[in-house]
DNA sequence: CACCGACTATGACAGCGGTCATAGTAGCCG
DNA sequence: CGGCTACTATGACCGCTGTCATAGTCGGTG
């Protein structure tokens, strides 16, 4: 008789800590409260202060930094699964995740992590250090990735992080309109000119 | 006396509006309370309910139409302001206005449409809607503007959106880091290739 | 002057949030 | 059995928030 739908493995901490992220990215930092992950996570409300007796903060930090593995772990996911990686395709698949979301369960939820840069980036220093490592965690891979393509080092960086802006930035608008079209519309315009930077190696 | 850096002129009730835009892009939507507004604003409390029977609801209403058309705004003075119009160095201004921000002023505020997104896009509707309509009064103009520099019309809205869609993570990212680094990025990575959507007419 | 609308000024209220304190239970160790 | 640790279970507290209600002020108008 599970309270919402968490899977029930993996002790009550983990489920809470996925329960926050997901409570998170759906109404942001400052509206989500203990109680309620508590009970979304299925987990008695005494649980709180015993695994994380540095309060919410620390839920939030620890919720912040496991989307930030989440989503590095995607990106090594989606690297597996194509046969000839290229950089279009791997953005396509990172959006894609979003949009297969939306489509099928709605535009409830954003991303954790922009959530937690909008809510406490100058109100919760550990809180914004926890957001600007979950970028960091998650950009890293998709840089290595685009060396390996055959991107030029020195590019690397900069493109995976103007990857990730677009998606962020695209799931805003998509979320705002409900409406997918600013994540094709990215991943459209930006996908063929990740490639085009494969070959110009000068 | 007044309390706070909003000038004095243009009634109560604008500067309400302006102060609300402004508190909001700093803390959030749930983190920004009505008095908090009034005290910015130098604005008797009472005023509040005044102006604004709708609420709090309202008031967030208004000031991210407010920031939507001062978005809109900013992209007709950069047009204005450019000699020899480019794709690339329309993006580039309206990057610059935040990192200069960022630089002179610190990372303490970020895109308050963002904010609304993030905190209100499945609680509250009628901000939803708002935002959504603030992103579509923003990118309006620079599809306009692509178009005019060139650039095939079938692209230029989602060109747009890929601008802004840029330059919103990029924001996000340069507050979670303080560093202008991801702005920087995406100037450099995105705009010669916005550039090169002028040519190819194919 | 009376009157009236616009605006200001407070005080109260009900609700909810995070946190603390305290007590209770379960299981293992010796 | 006692004793200890891990975890659960509640209840209370205080601060804050949005909102309402009520009363006060001010500036015109007739």
Redesign the pocket.
Known sequence: MKAAGVPAER???ERMVFSAAQLIRRDGV????????AAHAG???????????????Q?VNEAVGWAGRYAAGRVARFLAALAEPTPSGLFAEMVRQWTDEYRTAGFAGGCPVAAATVDCAESTPATREAAAAAFAAWTEPVGRALTEMGVPEERSGALATLMISSLEGAILIARAERDVRALTAVTRELGPLLDAAVRNEA
Do not use: C, D, I, N
Not at 43 to 57: C, D, N
């Open positions: 002790g009550p901490r400052a509206a989500t409260g203990m109680r309620e992950v987990a008695p409300r005494g649980s709180l202060q015993h695994y994380f007796p540095g309060g919410k903060e839920l």
